[in-house]
């Protein structure tokens, strides 16, 4: 089969690589219809993240079943299914508490920029959709994977609810989708904090009612401005640096929450600031398959569109150029068609 190598920063190829094989009962191979290009996946792109030695990239997918182990009973081949970019047990007491991002069998992946995947933990990972379903609709259940269960999580652990305000820091595709989520948990005003004004157009068809241009201290004071000068119930921290974090949390009202869902880098919090503040804090690895079921339904029923985030589309033997229109910020994300 053919995928994608990061080689070192910058250097993205696509070669032949062994097809994948079954090696554990509870393995799964699926055939992927389309897969992506992820903004965390930049990290090692842009040498924040040490390379190491020549390796796979990708951890999105949806795809078709090829083989399953002989433990594998809640999937068979043929079947279209969607996954997570965490894979769990969904047995173990961490997955039957809701958190199957903390599975104790957990294996993140990263092969998915490829014709076709091992899926470890396949018993509990995959959901089936049944059917390949109408092209119009993979790019949304391929943003389910990560992305949207992302920007879901961000707002469940900033604890949006009804009528409340929430600010989302970040307009990569998980703040895009962050948007959706708080519109979806019923958010009254939701602030996108944007520079790039194609990026400030989707987060207002999104759901936003407010754009905030400014960063850092700036930031915070609009966010201010906006909310009567008390804060945001709940911000949504989408991005993973210091300034991102900085600015969720002075962004938050006293006994609001931030969610922050960002890979943190160079991040660290004030704990005398953070304990004087009364700002909750809640973040990690998103536990998607918790909300695969439900937001499967929702991508397929219409109510969302998350996959709008993939601005780029482009044959998988061109990979290295969605990393580059990605980097450049020529893209928001890069769907990649096998």
């Not at 994948?20 to 799964?28: G, S």
């Not at 894979?87 to 990263?110: I, K, P, V, Y």
């Not at 640096?241 to 991040?267: C, D, I, N, Y």
Request: contains cysteine.
């Amino acid at each position: 089969m053919r995928g994608a190598v990061i080689h070192a920063p910058g250097d993205i190829r696509f070669e032949t690589l062994d097809d994948p094989q079954i090696l554990h009962p509870t393995d799964a191979i699926i055939r992927t219809a389309v897969t992506c290009v992820c903004g965390s996946d930049l990290w090692p792109y842009r040498g924040v993240e040490p390379t190491g030695e020549p390796h796979p990239m990708g951890h999105e997918y949806v795809g078709v079943v090829e083989e399953v182990g002989g433990e594998v009973t809640s999937v068979e081949p043929g079947q279209f299914v969607v996954g997570s970019f965490a894979t769990s047990d969904n047995t173990c007491a961490n997955c039957r508490n809701g958190w199957q991002s903390s599975c104790l069998h957990r294996e993140f992946m990263s092969t998915c920029q490829a014709e076709y995947v091992r899926i470890p933990n396949a018993q509990g990972t995959l959901v089936a959709v049944g059917q390949r379903p109408a092209e119009e609709f993979l790019p949304g259940l391929l943003a389910v994977p990560d992305v949207m269960g992302t920007g879901w999580w961000a707002a469940e652990a900033a604890e949006v609810g009804p009528g409340s305000t929430a600010v989302v820091v970040g307009d990569g595709a998980v703040g895009l989708c962050a948007v959706i989520a708080a519109r979806e948990m019923g958010a009254e005003r939701i602030v996108a904090m944007s520079r790039h004004e194609p990026r400030q157009e989707l987060a207002r068809e999104f759901g936003a009612t407010d754009i905030v241009t400014e960063r850092g201290a700036e930031g915070v004071a609009r966010v201010k401005d906006l909310t009567g000068g008390i804060g945001a119930d709940s911000v949504l921290e989408c991005v993973g640096t210091g300034q991102a974090m900085r600015q969720a949390l002075q962004s938050a009202r006293p006994g609001g929450s931030v969610g922050f869902v960002g890979v943190p880098h160079e991040v660290a919090v004030d704990g005398q600031e953070l304990f004087f503040s009364h700002v909750g804090l809640r973040g990690g690895p998103a536990p998607v398959r918790r909300y695969l079921p439900d937001l499967i339904d929702r991508v397929l029923s219409g109510r969302i569109d998350p996959g709008r985030v993939f601005d780029l589309t482009l044959p998988l033997e061109q990979v290295a150029e969605g990393y580059r229109a990605m980097d450049e910020r020529r893209a928001i994300k890069t769907l990649l068609t096998p």
